[in-house]
């Protein structure tokens, strides 16, 4: 009697184990409708305006005028690419690429070590330091492009590119640190530990322990800047005044007349300026949430 009441009371307590993990097997299967529904929204969102500027580009001049917007282009043709390549679109392609170099360099060489210093130091002065600088983030570029235009014409920068690396990098700065930081707060401080008790220093902890780990965030410290560098339009437009420092977002206004514009060829010139940043984000795409999101594990 004893081992049959023993057997009957195991298998009330497994009956109702194995049906609530059926039960949650099941919830778990069910379709998401409303995040399907979603998706497909913002799907088209996206996709609209994508296919709009592919198709557009790749219209003559005078269908641009009488086809619909979202129609597909009868008779597609590359004219206006070659419009856009035979107007000093490489010149400014070459300069926007090295705007944007430097500044991912001058970012991540200035925001890494900073970042460091704010995690591992005690310092009151730095505690102070970091409050300061995330007030940048509540400051626009706008304001102060008054102070900037004068620090750069005193220091002779002016229709330079480095007018335009400078500020631009300064903008980039504050977000930058800030996602460095929230990553480096993750390391485990047993591994500071270990590298202090091996002899290294902390350039040699920054170069072989941080440097290593820290690498999504700087791919998503590198993307965010070169979104801002890439994109940028007040800095090149007050900073810089000759053809020859132009960069894309000034070049399309080559195509800007004085009665009109030349639509067609704008898309073409905007389709061609979006590929680097489209390849580097899906480049850089995997490590791009696992750094946007550091810090917010504990």
């Known amino acids: 009697m004893t081992t049959r009441t023993t057997q009957r009371l195991q298998a009330s307590f497994v009956r109702p184990t194995v049906t609530a993990r ?9 379709p998401n409708l409303l995040g399907g529904l979603a998706s497909v929204v913002w799907l088209v969102i996206v996709a609209v305006p994508l296919y709009y500027l592919v198709a557009s580009s790749l219209r003559p001049s005078s269908e641009y005028l009488t086809a619909g917007p979202l129609s597909i282009p009868h008779h597609p043709s590359a004219a206006n690419y070659s ?17 944007t170099a430097s500044c991912v360099v001058l970012v ?14 005690r310092s009151r002065f730095v505690e102070v330091g970091f409050t300061v600088m995330l007030m940048g983030l509540a400051i626009p ?25 400078l500020p631009t990098s300064a903008f980039s700065l504050p977000v930058s640190i800030l996602v460095l930081t929230g990553t480096l707060r ?7 530990e270990a590298m202090n008790l091996d002899g290294a220093t902390a350039w040699t902890a920054l170069r072989n322990l941080v440097l290593p780990l820290t690498r999504p965030a700087l791919v998503t410290v590198g993307i965010f800047t070169s979104l801002g560098a890439w994109n ?13 420092k132009r960069v894309l977002t000034l ?19 905007v389709t061609l300026s979006m590929l ?5 984000y899906l480049i850089g795409r995997r490590h791009l949430l696992n750094g946007l999101t550091a810090g917010f594990g504990k």
């Open 186 to 192: 993750d390391i485990p401080g047993e591994l500071y």
């Open 232 to 244: 940028g339009f007040l800095f090149p437009l007050i900073l810089t005044q000759s053809d020859s």
């Open 141 to 165: 570029a706008q304001a102060t492009i008054v102070p900037i235009y004068l620090m750069i014409t005193r220091m002779h920068l002016y229709d330079s590119l480095t007018a335009i690396i």
């Open 83 to 99: 419009t856009v390549l035979s107007s000093g679109f490489t010149r400014y392609l070459v300069n926007n690429i090295l705007v």
């Open 251 to 269: 070049g399309l206004w080559n195509f800007q007349g004085e009665h009109g514009a030349d639509t067609p060829a704008i898309m073409a010139a």
């Open 108 to 121: 991540a060489g200035l925001a890494l070590p900073a970042a460091y210093a704010i995690v591992r130091s």
């Open 22 to 30: 059926l039960l949650r097997g099941r919830r778990r299967e069910r």
């Open 276 to 280: 680097p940043l489209l390849v580097l």
